[in-house]
Each structure stands twice: as structure tokens, then as C-alpha cells.
């Protein structure tokens, strides 16, 4: 079973729907038990990296989410869930990730040329740096969708892919048997649904 | 690179599309459902549903359709129509909605959008905006563009960016229909006055009209069409194969 988080933040339907599709089995839950039990792990979110992590910790499950990674149950971030597992974020103020994979999140415009509209939106090619489970239905040119403003720096050790846009920009990063999306595998078409079943069948091994 | 963005808009109206549709190898072709499937499969970047019930009724079933949607195509999906107010926006959002495009709503109510896009963030709120010439100036018009607000268009998106809106839909209602290519002098001044995505829409009537306005107008992000895409006479990978034999980035 995989546990989707739900602590407050963002709209679930679509991401539950995308893993029931595929044939997953599914809870969306705020209940730590729940989470502790699950066989995979899915950490979403929306909207400002304070808000959330604020959230997570107010809720405790940004500790359940630690335990599970740390018990080796495969955890997947998507979009803000992705940088919420990084050490630090600077989007508006200085605010502390879970800290599971290093790096920080920092604003796209300290990166991309001026010209280059923000957010970064829609549908860009996802280019490999380093092979990955969760990518092994991924062909060359593959595309996915992103809306995101700020990006994973610093956090070049754990890179597994990126997409050009001005920069290369962090586009998915994993360590050990946790891994995170910045672009939205739940709207990306095929090519989303292969990665999240591809996440459904992985172990957790590097 | 990001990829310029294809975009078929269906108008649903009681639970069906409307203006029908003409596919080969479909049954029901006026089911949003199998049509959001069929474009999905097609290579479409994202979809726009354009509820056009007047009845409370008919909100519902658009709603429960929207539902259906998204339960089974997985690519960006925007709503528009029938859109006054946040509970609006809430409505359809959970619905699984991604954007919401907003039209007369933001006319008739200023404070919408500054609104909608502290609650959900600008990526998620739309202005969409019917333009046409009236007197050597661009007026915005409301109403499903039978009615002259007397509002200067370009000043009109600007304020509605500068208030949260994070992309631009520009229906020319001078093109609209005609088939004679998009309105490459209206987007221009769309393009030259806000830094958020555009949508080019009113005016496609082939697939060079697509190639002439991501060739003139590199700013624009998407090309928005409804008729041409239902009946057929622009099948979308062939509009992708031709766009990428002329240099434009699309995701095939």
C-alpha cells in the first residue's frame, strides 16, 4: 500500500487517481500509523516551502516521514515535497527541510537568464544525469510538466536528472531509498504514470 | 527548452460538448470524457473545458464530468466558464482542476483575482480575455464577447497580471472563426506588455497558422483551437511533426 501524505497542503485528487490508475493501492492519510505501515511513501505539496514545512512539523509527520525513510521504506517527494526533503530552503525567509537528501532550495531567477519567464511552466525534457529505478521506463527526449519558481541547489551528489531551461534546473534527485520529482509525474502523461510505476515497483535500492 | 503547448478547448454544455465533433473510429463523440481521453492520446499538452451552462443543474453535471476527467487523463487540465467567484475556483479545483481561467468574472469583480491567486498561487489562475478592435484600440469584451466594457485591452491584461494572474488566454474575436491564421498584431502587444505564458487562441485554421505564429512571435507559449482540432481538419501529430520540422520545440 502506499501512503500519500496528506497534512493541509494542496489538491490530491489527481495524484491518488494517477497511482489508482496504474493499479496501485492507495490511502490518502494524515495518520502516522497509517504512514508506518505503508509499503511506499509519497510526500506531496504546493504553494511556499514555510507554510508546508511548517505544517509537516505542526502535524509530526515531518518525524514520520524521517522514520519511514529511515526504516527504508521508498519515499517519493513531488514538486514542493521534492525540496521539502533538502536541508534548507530560502524561498521567502530562511526555513529548515526534513534534511534527507542535501541541497537547498533556492530562486530560479539566481540561475536563468532575465528574459526567461517565471514561473517555469509546462513541458520540458527531462535529461538523465545518472540511471535510476524510477526511471526505467524513461525513453530519450521523453518530456514532463513543471510550475515551479525555485529549484534543489547544491545538491549535485544526488542529481538524477535535469531540464534546460536557461540553466539546467534540478529535475529529479534521489539518495539511498529516498527520491523526489520537481516536475508533476501525475500530469505528465504517460510518461508520468511509468515513472510512478516504476517508484511502485522499486525496493529502495540505490 | 521548454515546449510551445498545443491546446484543443471544449465547450461542455449540459454534461455534452457542443458543436459536435467528427472523428473517425469514435462512438460517442460528444462525451468529454472520450474526447479529454482521445486528445490526451493524441499528444495534446493540456486541455482546456469551457462550461457554457446557464442552469444550477447543468453546473453540477459539469462538475461530476470534470471528475471523470481527471480520474482518467493525466496532463494539465484548465476549467473555464461560470467562474464569479473563490468558491468557484474551490469548486472545480477539487474536482481536479489545475487552472482556472476566469473571463467576466474578473470584469464584473476586480478583487477575484488578487484573490483566487493568494489562495491557490498565480500558477493556477488564468485571464482570459476577449479582445476586438473598436475605434483603432483594443476593447476587452465580456459576456462570451457580446458586450463592450469600453476598457482598453493591453491595460486591462497588464492589471490583471500585475494582480496574480500567471498566464494570459488572448481570444481575438476579430480572427475568431475566420480561419485565417492567429492575430499576430494583438499578440504582439499582449507579448510586449506582460511576462507571464500567453495563449494565442481565435483564428487557427491549419497548421501553418501554427507554424506562422510560434515563428513571428517566439514569445507566445501555446496555441489555443477548438473546431479545427473536433472535425478533424488538424490532427494534432501531425501539427507537432510540422512544427518540429520548422524548428519549433514541441514535446512529440
Known sequence: MIAIIDYGVG???????????????????????????????????VGAFGDAAKKLRETGLDVVVKDAAAAGTPVMGICLGMQLLLDKSYEFGEHAGLGLIPGEVRPIAEVIPADYKIPHIGWNRLDIARPHP????????????????????KCDASVIATAEYGAN???AVAKGNVCGCQFHPEKSGDVGLGILKSFCEWRGEA | ????????????????????????????????????????????????FYDITASAEGRALFTDILRQVAERVFIPLTVGGGINTVADFDRVLKCGADKVSVNSGAIRNPDLIPAAAERYGSQCVVISADVKRVDGEFRVFAKGGRED????????IKKCVDNG???????????????????????????????VPVIA???????????????????VDAGLAASIFHFGEVQIPDLKKALRANGINVRL
Open chain 1, 134 to 153: 524510477i526511471f526505467k521506463r524513461i525513453k530519450e527526449g521523453d518530456c514532463v510538466y513543471f510550475v515551479h519558481s525555485y529549484y534543489g541547489a
Open chain 1, 169 to 171: 534546473l534540478t529535475a
Open chain 2, 149 to 156: 466594457t469600453g476598457m482598453e485591452a493591453i491595460s486591462w
Open chain 2, 201 to 219: 487562441s481565435g483564428g487557427a485554421g491549419g497548421v501553418q497558422d501554427f507554424v506562422t505564429l510560434f515563428n513571428t512571435l517566439p514569445k
Open chain 1, 11 to 45: 489538491n490530491l485528487f489527481s495524484l491518488s487517481h494517477s497511482l489508482t490508475h496504474i493499479g496501485a493501492e492507495v490511502t490518502v492519510t494524515g495518520g502516522a500509523e497509517v504512514i508506518r505501515r505503508a509499503d511506499k511513501v509519497i510526500l506531496p505539496g
Open chain 2, 165 to 195: 494572474a500567471g498566464e494570459v488566454v488572448l481570444n481575438s474575436i476579430d480572427t475568431d472563426g475566420v480561419k485565417g491564421g492567429f492575430d499576430l498584431e494583438m499578440l504582439k502587444a499582449v507579448c510586449d506588455a506582460v511576462s
Open chain 2, 1 to 48: 527548452m521548454i515546449t510551445k503547448r498545443i491546446i484543443p478547448c471544449l465547450d461542455v454544455k449540459d454534461g455534452r460538448v457542443v458543436k459536435g465533433v467528427n472523428f473517425l473510429g469514435l462512438a460517442d463523440v460528444s462525451s468529454p470524457v472520450k474526447l479529454a481521453e482521445y486528445y490526451s492520446q493524441c499528444g495534446a499538452d493540456e486541455l482546456v
